[in-house]
């Protein structure tokens, strides 16, 4: 039998216990960390699917080959089942653990969008480095001319790197980390907000453009939250590694609206 005396001290430590799972969990709706060998998701129910010979899990890796100058069909990736965005949510945060070398311009970490022609549309990319060698995330409600888009430097340099996307719907703000880092100020947004984005092409290691290269690269994890995180969460994730959930800011709740004065 408990004593009473000890009874609320275990009970405390229980609660909190509970509140710290919650919180470290707070607004994660999709985690892919490959440490079964499979693409499962583990948190959702959208799980992923090699494609092509090139693509494999590997000591808790999802490790892609590819060579330069494959394109289209011939791309090895990992292909979700469905779309990995929040259904009638206007902020979103991916974040992605990678080492990437010696990859072709445009390849993609990251690709949530469509395609008509061979040309992407109403996308959300991250390429670890472009034509012009810098690394860019971009999103479009429309056409690749009318991205929103921020670049910084390279990242195919064999290191291992954290990246964090965020599209804080409600100050309409792209913000990206690097390494726990803001490398640069946030972008407007603009027109180009989350529920334009149409995602029916959904990889980790392929484009919807279809003349870019595929990814070469080794991906530990990717999380997705249906919030804008923070700098300092960020920065806490970074610290953590991949495999690791340390809490991240709850967002406040919208305030409730006052009622209307009696007539």
Same mark, same amino acid.
């Given at each position: 039998?408990?004593?009473?005396?000890?009874?609320? #001290?275990?009970?405390?430590?229980?609660? !909190?216990?509970?509140?710290?799972? *919650?919180?470290?969990?707070?607004?994660? @709706?999709?985690?892919?960390?490959? #440490?079964?060998?499979? *693409? /499962?998701?583990?948190?959702?129910?959208?799980? =992923?699917?090699? #494609?092509?010979?090139?693509?494999?899990? !590997?000591?808790?890796?999802?490790?892609?080959?590819?060579?330069?100058?494959?394109?289209?069909?011939?791309?090895?990736? $990992?292909?979700?089942?469905?779309?990995?965005?929040?259904?009638?949510? +206007?902020?979103?945060?991916?974040?992605?653990?990678? @080492?990437?070398?010696?990859?072709?311009?445009?390849?993609?970490?990251?690709?949530?969008?469509?395609? !008509?022609?061979?040309? =992407? /549309?109403?996308?959300?990319?991250?390429?670890?480095?472009?034509?012009?060698?810098s690394a860019r995330v971009a999103i479009t409600g429309s056409d690749v001319g009318s991205k929103t888009h921020l670049d910084s430097d390279a990242l195919d340099d064999g290191k291992p790197h954290m990246v964090g996307i965020v599209i804080d719907g409600a100050a309409k703000k792209l913000r990206v980390f690097v390494d726990g880092k803001e490398p640069n100020?946030?972008?407007?947004?603009?027109?180009?907000?989350?529920?334009?984005?149409?995602?029916?092409? +959904?990889?980790?290691?392929?484009?919807?453009?279809?003349?870019?290269?595929?990814?070469?690269?080794?991906?530990?994890? $990717?999380?997705?939250?249906?919030?804008?995180? @923070?700098?300092?969460? *960020?920065? *806490?994730?970074?610290?953590?590694?991949?495999?690791? $959930?340390?809490?991240?800011?709850?967002? &406040?709740?919208?305030? @409730?609206? !006052?009622?209307?004065? &009696?007539?």
């Open positions: 039998m408990i004593s009473p005396i000890r009874f609320p #001290k275990v009970f405390a430590g229980l609660l !909190a216990l509970g509140l710290g799972v *919650a919180t470290a969990q707070a607004g994660l @709706t999709h985690r892919y960390s490959f #440490k079964d060998g499979t *693409a /499962k998701d583990s948190v959702g129910k959208i799980d =992923g699917k090699l #494609k092509g010979s090139g693509a494999s899990i !590997a000591d808790g890796k999802l490790v892609l080959k590819n060579e330069e100058s494959a394109t289209g069909d011939k791309i090895s990736c $990992l292909e979700f089942a469905g779309s990995l965005l929040p259904q009638g949510g +206007n902020s979103l945060s991916l974040v992605v653990w990678f @080492t990437a070398k010696d990859i072709g311009g445009f390849a993609r970490v990251i690709n949530f969008g469509a395609s !008509a022609g061979g040309e =992407g /549309k109403q996308f959300i990319y991250f390429s670890p480095r472009t034509g012009d060698g100020p946030a972008a407007d947004l603009g027109d180009n907000t989350l529920d334009k984005v149409k995602p029916v092409e +959904n990889w980790l290691g392929k484009s919807s453009f279809s003349a870019d290269p595929g990814l070469s690269a080794a991906i530990d994890e $990717l999380r997705v939250y249906d919030q804008a995180l @923070t700098a300092a969460d *960020a920065v *806490a994730l970074f610290k953590a590694g991949a495999d690791a $959930l340390p809490a991240v800011a709850i967002p &406040a709740p919208a305030p @409730t609206p !006052a009622p209307a004065p &009696a007539k």
